[in-house]
């Protein structure tokens, strides 16, 4: 029996055959994958991923695709994307949501309930689990300052509970990086606030996002880490003359510098040429190694 008649008489979710990963970041880059699965609730996914790990097949967590380079290779295996697992349950200054919800809705969402402490995350265009597993952050916040638990799959495909403190948080860094563990829900704490204020402060960031980042084409956000919280990588790059820089359809941002752009049907291969040759020149001037902050896929 074939794999996807195999999930669909399971009924663990929505199922589609060959599908484009370009559809699904927002570099819009990636291959084909063999089946691409959206499990509908914890219990289909855990069903999901128990059935995958009997049979010996690939798989893989997407959230947003905001933070991935897919590369053009067929994905022979599962893409399990999590966006139906989006229930959101708020409670006082206590907000219960689940890992497939978008992190922008939820900011705008906290705004009108007056809770503050998540404007930082409003420009971040990715899942809540996404979100978590990148330790995301801006304007010196991230996910861990306002999370009090996260609730996620173990290797033995248990559900269990951690509270922030215990899941090595760090600069763009979490336990979920080094392991198998697959989010499906947190617990934020937030502070009462006032909309108006925390609809200002979210409108200025995203007005300063608009003027310093090439929000107008594909991209994934900061390439690079900063080396150090007083060296920037979009300044080695910049002053290194870089930006405008191309490799077939990839180009480094005039617009910033630690920002690559698909601005010509690029492919992830021209990408990852790109951050090559970008590392090799940083090493080369200020023997500096760049870390690079995005996550390569089946490559
Ligand atoms: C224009 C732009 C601006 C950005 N600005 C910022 C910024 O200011 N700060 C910042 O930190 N980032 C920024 N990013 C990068 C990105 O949005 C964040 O890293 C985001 O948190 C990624 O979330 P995602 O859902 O898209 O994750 P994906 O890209 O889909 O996945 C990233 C990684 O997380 C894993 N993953 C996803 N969901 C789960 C889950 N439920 N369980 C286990 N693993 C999971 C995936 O397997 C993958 O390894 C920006 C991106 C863009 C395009």
Redesign the pocket.
């Known amino acids: 029996m074939k794999l996807k008649d195999i999930l669909l008489e399971m009924n663990v979710g929505d199922i589609k055959e060959n599908e484009e990963m370009k559809s699904h970041t927002?570099y819009k880059v990636g291959g084909v994958c063999d089946l691409f699965v959206t499990p509908s609730s914890i219990d289909n996914l855990i069903s999901l991923l128990k059935k995958l790990r009997e049979l010996d097949v690939k798989y893989?967590?997407?959230?947003?695709?905001?933070?991935?380079i897919v590369s053009s290779k067929r994905f022979k295996g599962v893409i399990i994307n999590?966006c139906k697992l989006n229930k959101l349950e708020i409670n006082e200054e206590t907000i219960c949501v689940e890992?497939g919800y978008s992190?922008i809705k939820l900011t705008n969402i906290c705004a009108n309930n007056n809770l503050a402490g998540l404007e930082f995350a409003s420009?971040?265009?990715?899942?809540v689990?996404?979100?978590i597993?990148?330790n995301?952050?801006?304007y010196k916040s991230d996910m861990s300052n306002i999370l009090e638990s996260v609730t996620?799959i173990d290797n033995k495909l248990n559900l269990k509970t951690l509270k922030t403190s215990e899941l090595g948080f760090g600069y763009?860094k979490s336990i979920?990086m080094d392991n198998d563990?697959?989010?499906?829900s947190c617990i934020i704490k937030l502070e009462k606030g006032n909309k108006d204020e925390i609809m200002k402060l979210m409108n200025d960031r995203r007005q300063r996002r608009i003027e310093s980042?090439p929000?107008e084409y594909p991209?994934?956000?900061?390439v690079f880490r900063n080396p150090s919280d007083t060296i920037f990588s979009g300044k080695l790059i910049e002053d290194l003359g870089l930006k405008g820089y191309s490799i077939g359809g990839a180009k480094v941002s005039e617009k910033h510098a630690n920002f690559i752009v698909n601005y010509n049907n690029a492919t992830a291969e021209d990408i990852k040429n790109l951050i090559d040759y970008i590392k090799e020149k940083v090493k080369e001037k200020y023997n500096i190694d760049l870390k690079v902050e995005q996550?390569f896929?089946n490559f």
Request: hydrophobic fraction near 45%; glycine fraction near 20%; charged fraction near 5%.
């Open positions: 927002t893989r967590i997407i959230g947003n695709g905001s933070n991935v999590l890992a992190l420009g971040i265009p990715g899942n689990g996404g979100a597993y990148m995301a952050g801006a996620f763009r979920f563990y697959v989010i499906v980042q929000l991209s994934a956000g900061s996550e896929v």
